[in-house]
């Protein structure tokens, strides 16, 4: 893959042990070096060397000659730090048949250039079918190595296409056909020059592709009657294909890497909704829980007023659970003032509860959504009159909440609203059937609060959530809480 070079105290030294990207090894600094030369000068005659200073002397040509040095040691260290091994192209894929093409091909590849190789060699260059059996087989078998370990490869397929060149021009058949490159050998190196821009990393592809050059320009001067410009076509066609497969895999890692933080985004996206709701239930909850405390205080304050005969001690009892119960209502308004936010100004009016479901279902027919609410208000405020405020609180928010994911996700559809009570658990239920008309752009943004906070309010409360597809593209949600 990339080199991923880091600086550490002047010199780059990384390792990396995912497939395909590149082992660094020590590289000289010449600013170091130089530095280190000038000093070692200053400490020895008390003054800057001449030579050292001077642009024509003895250290100006040291310090070409070390840079020329330092140039030829990375040139070769590019040709000869491969990629780590890793898995050939496509092995991500899904299907089985995906994974193999790789190989089909290159399989391919090989079975026809081989026997090619051998013919053409043999028959129009009249070269000795053993010296053609042996080059047509250093040409084209290490292309099946190429597919995990292209570098490899390169270091027989190109000394073996030398070879062949060489071998070609000592012969007496050259005249009027390809050189130094044969036909075969061009097809063969395009295709390993594909599996190593798959691979390798952006100096090791400008490293061979410098080689390919120098080769191709010696043959040239080596014999410019002989030469018919197939080296110029090779070293055309290679560049290409490296630049096209290095780019093709850099946009590749791009997507990969942006596809990981899509992922890793969703699931923040998913904690902080899911905090948030906690957040807001919590807010809600402060004022049910408020009420009852408020109401503990005022009675423990007034039962000395309202009580005859009481003892001082069972006053002093009294004044101890007041003051806890207003000392609490403080801890409790503390942690509303952190919960709060700028938007949550109007949770501070009365909390609902499922006796006013009816001006829910009126709200939500206004919207375009055909509410069916089988119970009356008095039934309903009957049956629900004795619900612990914090149940009824929830169930209500998970009927509206459900309420508004029909008017977002199924505009114009029927629904209908349930409300049964137990001697143990309260049953909430909201199925509606499928839209009748499109979606309105503006509401398929939703925030994905709706089934989260559902789902936190009955956990809350110990229940559980039924939430799913029903009937034909309709959609169900029921909910089951306990009363106690």
Known sequence: MNDAQEPATGEHDETSEKPGRRVLRWRPNLRRRRGQREEDSKASTGTPSPAASSPGGEGSSGLRWDAVRDGLREFGIALTTPAAAGRPPLAQAEKRWVRAAPYAVVLVFVASLLPTTVTVLVQDYGMSGGLAGGLAVAQTLPLLLALTRPLHAWWVIFPADVVGALALYAGKHVDGRSWPWTPMVIVGYVLLMVLLGLRESRRTLIAVFLVTAAAGVFFEQLSQSYSDGSWVLMLVLAGFALVVTYTLRLRGEAQARLAEQETISEAERAKRTLLEERARIARELHDVVAHHMSVITVQADTAKYRLAGL??????????????????????????????????????????????????????RRAGVEVELPLGEEELAALVGDLPQAVDLSAYRIVQEALSNVIRHAPGATARIDVAVTQDELRVGVTNGPARKPPSVLETSGTGHGLVGMRERVRLTGGSLDAGPHGDGGFRVAARIPLS
């Open 311 to 364: 003892s001082p001690e069972v006053e002093n009892e009294f004044g101890e659970i007041a003051a806890a119960a207003r000392e609490s209502l403080t801890e409790m308004r503390r942690l509303l003032k952190v919960l709060r936010n700028e938007e949550a100004q109007a949770e501070r009016t009365p909390q609902p509860g499922l006796a006013r479901l009816g001006q829910l279902a009126e709200a939500t």
